[in-house]
């Protein structure tokens, strides 16, 4: 399934360049990935275009630009600074500590806010393998700034590509 999604983020990188969903479901299979990785694919991109929608994002009026930051939804209310979120044991267990520890650096650097982790914990339940690897949650994290139709800072983007078993400690 992770092919699959690599695949539509490095060809429909622009999210309003992706088509339908029935539509890239032939375009992958025109491509050669087997059905049941479509499948999956599509049943999870499904979930993540439903978790996106749900989500407003307040647009100020002095910028054109979303802060991701800030909430417009009703019932949706913003996470106060002191606020912690505690994970159930299944997301523990299905999650593991690495991805979890991941999950927790990028929230303290301010790259992922409170309505983007919720929805990137979401998927990752929803994907296969237990713990999810690090790799994948990458993958995860990338899929779900592309659902809002943003593009990481260079750094951000750099640490979600980079291979980490390549680095040498200085």
Same mark, same amino acid.
């Given at each position: =399934?992770?092919?699959?999604?690599?695949?539509?983020?490095?060809?429909?990188?622009?999210?309003?360049?992706?088509?339908?969903?029935?539509?890239?479901? +032939?375009?992958?299979?025109?491509?050669?990935?087997?059905?049941?990785? #479509?499948?999956?694919?599509?049943?999870?991109?499904?979930?993540?275009? #439903?978790?996106?929608?749900?989500?407003?994002?307040?647009?100020?009026?002095?910028?054109?630009?979303?802060?991701?930051?800030?909430?417009?939804?009703?019932? #949706?209310?913003?996470?106060?600074?002191?606020?912690?979120?505690?994970?159930s044991v299944s997301e523990q267990e299905h999650l593991g500590a690495q991805t979890l520890g991941f999950v927790s650096f990028l929230e303290s650097a301010g790259v992922l806010p409170p309505h =983007?982790?919720? #929805?990137?914990? @979401?998927?990752?339940?929803?994907?296969?393998?237990?713990?999810?690897?690090? @790799?994948?949650?990458?993958?995860?994290?990338? =899929?779900?700034?592309?659902?809002?139709?943003?593009?990481? *800072?260079?750094?951000?983007? @750099?640490?979600?590509? *980079?291979?980490?078993?390549? +680095?040498?400690?200085?």
């Open positions: =399934m992770f092919e699959v999604l690599v695949y539509v983020y490095e060809n429909y990188w622009q999210g309003d360049a992706c088509p339908e969903l029935h539509q890239l479901g +032939r375009k992958l299979t025109a491509v050669g990935f087997e059905a049941e990785e #479509i499948h999956e694919a599509l049943v999870w991109l499904d979930g993540l275009n #439903i978790a996106a929608q749900s989500t407003q994002i307040c647009v100020p009026a002095e910028t054109s630009k979303p802060l991701l930051g800030q909430l417009n939804a009703p019932g #949706i209310q913003a996470q106060s600074v002191g606020s912690l979120r505690v994970y =983007m982790r919720e #929805i990137v914990i @979401d998927r990752a339940m929803a994907a296969p393998g237990n713990p999810v690897t690090l @790799d994948d949650l990458k993958i995860i994290v990338l =899929m779900v700034y592309w659902s809002f139709g943003e593009e990481p *800072d260079a750094l951000v983007l @750099d640490e979600l590509c *980079d291979d980490a078993e390549q +680095r040498l400690a200085h």
